[in-house]
């Protein structure tokens, strides 16, 4: 079963449980807001362990490093370019725990179709 009604050609979003054409699905069966809403969150966590990431890169820099006074706009941008990158790996690793480690909706198993006895 493909979890695709072939009359109407929609299937329940795996995250929200809304009845949606196939088109607005992707692989996972996530409608569109639902995907930004996963971005959103997944954003907000990449930032918190970018500015963790960014932290240990200071300490190490401040305690096994010690550098000089001379260049410490240098160690100051590589601990904000460690934020930065920090970020952006912590929001994709997030992103992709909340897609595949999430339950779905109630009422919508994993093909998106509806679970027996509940209606959609």
Do not use: N
């Given at each position: 079963m493909?979890?695709?009604?072939?009359?109407?050609?929609?299937a329940?979003?795996?995250r929200?449980g809304?009845?949606k054409?196939?088109?607005?699905l992707?692989?996972l069966l996530?409608c569109?807001?639902?995907r930004r809403?996963a971005r959103e969150?997944?954003?907000?966590?990449g930032w918190?362990?970018?500015?963790?990431?960014?932290?240990f890169?200071?300490?190490?820099?401040?305690?096994?490093?010690r550098?000089?006074?001379?260049?410490t706009?240098?160690?100051v941008?590589?601990?904000?370019?460690a934020?930065?990158i920090?970020?952006r790996?912590g929001?994709?690793?997030?992103y992709?725990?909340?897609r595949?480690?999430?339950?779905?909706?109630?009422?919508?198993d994993?093909?998106?179709?509806?679970?027996?006895?509940?209606?959609?």
């Amino acid at each position: 079963m493909s979890g695709v009604s072939s009359s109407d050609e929609t299937a329940l979003c795996h995250r929200c449980g809304e009845r949606k054409d196939v088109v607005e699905l992707d692989r996972l069966l996530w409608c569109a807001e639902c995907r930004r809403k996963a971005r959103e969150r997944a954003a907000l966590w990449g930032w918190g362990e970018g500015i963790v990431f960014g932290a240990f890169v200071a300490a190490y820099i401040l305690l096994v490093i010690r550098p000089t006074d001379i260049v410490t706009s240098g160690w100051v941008a590589t601990v904000l370019a460690a934020v930065w990158i920090g970020g952006r790996l912590g929001r994709e690793i997030t992103y992709g725990i909340i897609r595949y480690a999430r339950t779905g909706a109630p009422g919508a198993d994993a093909r998106g179709t509806p679970s027996q006895g509940r209606e959609a």
